[in-house]
């Protein structure tokens, strides 16, 4: 997909890709050039530890958008290869 940069330096991210990946409003992305190329990764949540009977657990520290059915799923299959 193709898209401009505006006067202030702004790069519209095409509404299905922020849907696809789940880019909301307010979300922070790295931004980061890399031999002539750049590369734009949603920010990983930030996290605190919790220990509990089971041992440590990560707890979002903002709340996130639920998963879906088809996101575990298809994140599940590409740990399993």
Do not use: N, Q
Request: no cysteine; aromatic share 2%.
């Amino acid at each position: 997909m193709r898209t401009t940069i505006d006067r202030a330096g702004r790069i519209v991210v095409p509404k299905a890709i922020r849907e696809r990946l789940r880019l909301l409003a307010g979300g922070e992305v790295d931004i980061v050039e890399r031999d002539g190329v750049i590369e734009i990764v949603a920010a990983p949540a930030s996290v605190e530890l919790t220990e509990t009977a089971e041992g440590l657990v990560a707890t979002p520290i903002d709340s996130l958008p639920p998963l879906t059915d088809d996101e575990l799923f298809s994140a599940l299959d590409r740990t399993r290869r």
